[in-house]
């Protein structure tokens, strides 16, 4: 599979953004059996979990740091899972990333199958 983030940007303090998780694979890819997680990497910081929707029941799940801030969406037909940002903080400033995995939500980081390169965020004061 090929993951690509995208929608990253410059904002203020507040603010908001989405950023897409894009998802292709062989022909007749289907997105429903996977579940997607996404992990942000501040500089100089480890990367640290943000949530994760599930494949299929599309429950989703998010760390307390960004919970009713941050709402994680997926669109099937469109192979991509979106993550809404809003109240935006400057210690959001870093790079997102989305990873792919049929089980996104319960394997470590460390184990999921397929990652995008990331897309930046900066959050000015």
């Known amino acids: 599979l090929q993951v690509v983030e995208s929608g990253g940007g410059s904002v203020q303090f507040g603010g908001s953004l989405r950023l897409s998780c894009a998802v292709s694979?062989?022909?007749?890819?289907?997105?429903?059996?996977?579940?997607i997680a996404w992990f942000r990497q501040a500089p100089g910081k480890e990367r640290e979990a943000i949530g994760c929707?599930?494949?299929?029941?599309?429950?989703?799940h998010y760390e307390d740091s960004v919970k009713g801030r941050f709402t994680i969406s997926r669109d099937s037909a469109k192979s991509t899972v979106y993550l809404e940002m809003t109240s935006l903080r400057p210690e959001g400033t870093a790079i997102y990333y989305c990873?792919?995995?049929?089980?996104?939500?319960?394997?470590?980081?460390?184990?999921?199958?397929?990652w995008g390169r990331g897309t930046r965020v900066t959050v000015s004061s």
């Open positions: 990873a792919v995995d049929h089980l996104a939500c319960t394997r470590g980081a460390g184990t999921l199958s397929y």
């Open positions: 694979g062989p022909s007749g890819f289907n997105l429903d059996p996977y579940g």
């Open positions: 929707i599930k494949r299929y029941d599309e429950r989703e």
